[in-house]
């Protein structure tokens, strides 16, 4: 469960999370938009205060329409505040959205400048309110996308739910002297943990105006009544008989008004369109709790009678309780500090989205590490006696550790099986003399997500492990309370469950050298191996014979236009040739590579028959500019030039023996690996194949299009979906499995092998989401295990 929440996390941070990115900046923007106006216009909203009284709302009409003659009042606002100048809204020029905002001198009733700048915010609240879209079409979108917000906020609390749920400190601190990930990770959770409450009320206030059902029921439930919000139909004209309301007939009403409301600070004044209709007032009492705590009279002119009056305090708590949506989504409701919480909560959007990033990016690079480190494992060692090599890793770290360690043993001629916790059991242990553990931890002391149900199980155990010799490795980092609390925890209950160990638990902080250079010893001497350890025993060398020359002779854009970065097809070549199997990998060291740096690994995407090696690659841009690999393939490298390269078997996506039917499913440059496979199936004549592949727009990302629709023809591909997420109909690989869910099932009980390639993130994780919905945990469990579910992700 928390393994799908976090794919849903990432997923809709890296979606939806882009555009609130958007909405959290132009929000921020908009947080002290008057003050800044203010400052950008000195003057206008102000002026000096003056030894005089302040012009009455008659005499601000009467100002403004001598120097506006044919112009209509629509609403008059005036502040009781010294030297607060006040402000007249002109009814539109027919066929206009806006009349014009006049400020007027409140002292001399004198016309002041107008306000420079304002229509840039107005720019800027269409952006955070509609995202430039019509109102109608703009607010469900930013609905939709505020309960996203709400997603990733809740998701992002469960995910990061602490055992010490009652400590404040764990919820709200994180020591600045972490590094690294562990840095991200405090940063990200705890300033999300701060925002939460804010984010909160960005989602309810921003659902509640953004849908009208919505705002309908709750207007229901609370009492409240709204006229219908008018559409584009035209407003009725006025009879001829119908006369314009002049500024003295505001004389009687302002004092009615006045004797009702003596210690109002701010009033709105909105003069009828026709003189038998009621002037409307709305205020705020000089002791409102917030700025739309507003009161409301209607007063007939002619009279000075009040025709309504609704003080705020008179209204219902549900009424008075949707009155605070607005002030609470600024701020205001609770002051200056309120004000800053919400803009710092606003900003700290484009915060999330980066170290969100950072730690997606981080755990790729660790995972790419771990693969490499699994590729230097030629083979197993065969052996009556072999060695457990177990790793509990939430990034890649343990995982690397465990294969350069197993690498360790296996040159010594040890026989190792490396395995993650995740799929193992307490009895499985007991098939093994000898299990080297290396176990990191996750927040505070607990284990890994992969590593939970083992944890879960060894805790629950009754076995009797007295035969069972082990060492724990443990990683950690000695500014969490409980320092390697995974990696004690692990020892502990294996010495309660009689195993014996090997030496003492060796715990790492922060990837200690000294610490690995211990473990590096102890491996030696459980190999048998005199002397010390090589300085690099647990470390990424640089390329070594394994590695050949190939020279680049072709590159090819395949998708010019897309929006999803350029996708090229790389073709090396050499004198010599080689062989591979459909599926394997390539370790690339390209050329401008300084020592200390690793590879790169790319699915292969041509067989041997084609007398080149052929890649997909995709150009990674980032804030420094091209990826170091990806960069010098695509674009700087020039024909001719030398590649240093290295294949990698990869037995987990080799290709299956036999007339077995065949499902192969990808996106982007998972297409790589597809391909190769397509072309062994089609060379050896077995043409029941399903290909179910996505990219982004179908008019640019047609990637090996002539290709596929050769096969087709020939009758390689009696099954061929393709699909585009960011077309008007667009959907993902995994929706098109869904759909096709009979189909699915009848090929896999006539025996297919599944295969997958490309991102892990998004597609594979949604793949195996709709194919556990579509035959259930149990049944795709079974494929893996008889290898009929191959993935190759990255």
Request: charged share 20%.
């Amino acid at each position: 469960m928390k393994k799908l929440w976090f794919q849903l996390h990432w997923l809709v941070g890296i979606t939806a999370g882009t555009v609130l990115v958007v909405i959290g900046l132009t929000g921020a923007i908009l947080a002290f938009r008057d003050e800044v106006l203010d400052l950008l216009n000195p003057g206008v909203t102000s002026v000096a205060v003056r030894q005089a009284p302040m012009l009455a709302p008659p005499q601000v009409a009467e100002a403004v329409q001598r120097a506006h003659p044919e112009a209509r009042i629509s609403s008059i606002t005036v502040y009781a505040e010294p030297g607060a100048s006040a402000r007249v809204t002109l009814a539109p020029a027919p066929g206009g959205k806006h009349g014009e905002t006049v400020f007027v001198d409140p002292y001399s009733g004198a016309m002041l400048p107008s306000l420079r700048y304002d229509g840039v915010f107005e720019w800027v609240e269409s952006l955070h309110r509609f995202l430039l879209l019509p109102r109608d079409d703009g607010r469900p979108v930013v609905g939709g996308l505020a309960l996203c917000l709400m997603g990733l906020a809740l998701s992002g609390l469960y995910l990061r739910w602490p055992r010490r749920a009652l400590d404040w400190r764990t919820w709200l601190t994180f020591d600045t002297r972490l590094t690294g990930r562990s840095f991200l990770w405090g940063l990200h959770s705890v300033a999300g943990t701060w925002a939460l409450v804010a984010y909160l009320v960005f989602t309810v206030s921003g659902v509640y105006w953004s849908f009208d059902v919505v705002r309908d029921t709750v207007d229901g439930w609370a009492g409240v009544s709204r006229p219908p919000r008018a559409a584009a139909a035209p407003k009725p004209k006025m009879p001829k008989e119908a006369k314009r309301v002049e500024a003295a007939d505001l004389t009687l009403a302002w004092s009615t008004f006045q004797q009702q409301a003596p210690g109002w600070k701010t009033v709105v004044l909105r003069p009828p369109e026709r003189a038998t209709q009621p002037l409307q007032v709305l205020w705020l009492d000089g002791d409102a709790t917030h700025i739309r705590a507003r009161s409301r009279m209607s007063i007939n002119q002619q009279t000075g009678a009040i025709v309504k009056h609704e003080p705020y305090a008179q209204m219902g708590v549900a009424a008075r309780a949707l009155t605070t949506f607005y002030p609470l989504h600024i701020g205001t409701y609770f002051g200056l500090p309120g004000r800053l919480f919400m803009f710092f909560a606003s900003l700290s959007l484009p915060g999330f989205a980066i170290t969100g990033w950072m730690l997606y990016l981080k755990r790729r690079r660790q995972k790419r590490s771990a693969q490499a480190e699994r590729a230097k494992l030629a083979g197993a060692v065969d052996g009556a006696d072999p060695v457990l090599m177990a790793y509990a890793s939430q990034t890649g770290s343990a995982e690397r550790l465990a294969l350069q360690s197993a690498a360790l043993l296996q040159k010594a001629g040890v026989a190792v099986h490396v395995q993650s916790l995740e799929k193992l059991t307490p009895p499985l242990l007991g098939n093994y003399r000898r299990v080297l553990f290396v176990a990191s931890s996750f927040g505070e002391g607990e284990p890994p997500d992969p590593a939970r149900r083992f944890s879960r199980l060894l805790h629950a155990a009754a076995e009797e492990l007295a035969h069972l010799q082990y060492a724990v490795l443990a990683l950690g980092d000695r500014n969490y309370l409980q320092f390697c609390g995974f990696g004690r925890t692990l020892d502990t209950r294996l010495r309660t469950l009689g195993a014996q160990p090997l030496h003492p638990i060796i715990e790492v902080d922060n990837g200690d050298a000294g610490a690995l250079a211990r473990w590096s010893h102890a491996l030696r001497e459980l190999a048998g191996i005199g002397g010390e350890a090589p300085q690099d025993a647990l470390s990424t060398a640089a390329p070594d014979s394994d590695y050949t020359s190939w020279r680049l002779a072709r590159r090819e854009l395949l998708n010019p236009g897309s929006i999803g970065g350029e996708l090229h097809e790389i073709t090396l070549t050499n004198d010599g040739g080689a062989d591979w199997r459909p599926g394997a990998l390539l370790d690339v060291w390209p050329g401008h590579y300084a020592p200390g740096q690793a590879a790169r690994r790319y699915s292969v995407a041509s067989l041997p028959a084609d007398g080149c090696l052929q890649l997909l690659v995709r150009q990674v841009r980032n804030g420094q500019g091209m990826g170091l690999a990806s960069g010098w393939l695509t674009a700087q490298a020039k024909p001719g030039d030398e590649v240093r390269v290295r294949l990698v078997a990869n037995p987990a996506f080799d290709m299956h023996d036999g007339a077995q039917p065949a499902i192969y499913i990808g996106n982007g440059s998972g297409m790589a690996g597809l391909r190769s496979h397509l072309r062994a199936r089609a060379a050896d004549g077995q043409r029941r194949n399903w290909l179910v592949f996505g990219e982004r727009q179908r008019e640019f990302d047609g990637i090996c299009a002539a290709e596929i629709q050769d096969l087709r023809q020939r009758g390689y591909l009696p099954e061929l979906d393709l699909v585009y997420s960011r077309d008007a109909d667009g959907q993902y690989v995994q929706d098109l499995l869904r759909a096709k869910a009979d189909q699915l099932r009848g090929w896999i009980a006539d025996g297919a092998v599944i295969y997958v390639c490309g991102s892990l993130e998004g597609m594979a994780g949604g793949v195996d989401a709709a194919l556990e919905d579509i035959i259930g945990s149990a049944a795709l469990g079974e494929l893996r295990e008889s290898g009929r579910y191959r993935r190759d992700v990255y």
